[in-house]
């Protein structure tokens, strides 16, 4: 979709948090469910691989959900992330997402950090904390997201 609209620049660069977000974020979910090669898999692969169990159980999706809401307008407005459209949409597929955003921002220290933040660090800790609340609270359990 991000291709077909043309979606870069500054939207561009929330639409690649909140792919990476969907991405790492569900792999983290996942640690106790699935094996570490399904793990790497959504991480680097494709979140989609969760599709089935988001329909089984929607509240599983939340916690992505807020993370991506949380960071995408952090990413645009304090940090002036900005990304091309293929990397918009592929979050940490194949890190195209992280290619594209190095492409329009430059391979240089700035954008690594911001990239290595925004686009992967904040997104695991974030859904992990979220996990761990959801996970006490008996939202979410072992099981919800085995593929």
């Known amino acids: 979709i991000a291709i077909a609209i043309n979606l870069e620049g ?56 807020i993370v991506s809401a949380v960071l995408g307008p952090i990413s645009t407005l304090l940090f002036k992330m900005e990304t091309n459209a293929i990397g918009a949409g592929m979050g940490t597929s194949g890190l195209v997402g992280q290619i594209g955003t190095f492409a329009v921002m430059g391979y240089n220290m700035k954008a690594f950090l911001i990239v290595l933040v925004l686009q992967i660090i904040l997104p695991i800790v974030l859904v992990y904390t979220l996990d761990l609340i959801f996970r006490k609270k008996g939202l979410i359990v072992t099981g919800d997201l085995t593929i």
């Open 10 to 65: 500054l939207a561009g660069g929330a639409a690649v948090v909140g792919c990476c977000v969907q991405m790492l974020g569900f792999a983290v979910m996942s640690r106790k469910d699935n094996k570490i090669g399904t793990i790497i898999g959504v991480a680097i692969g494709t979140s989609m691989l969760q599709f089935k169990n988001v329909i089984k159980k929607p509240i599983i999706w939340l916690p992505t959900i």
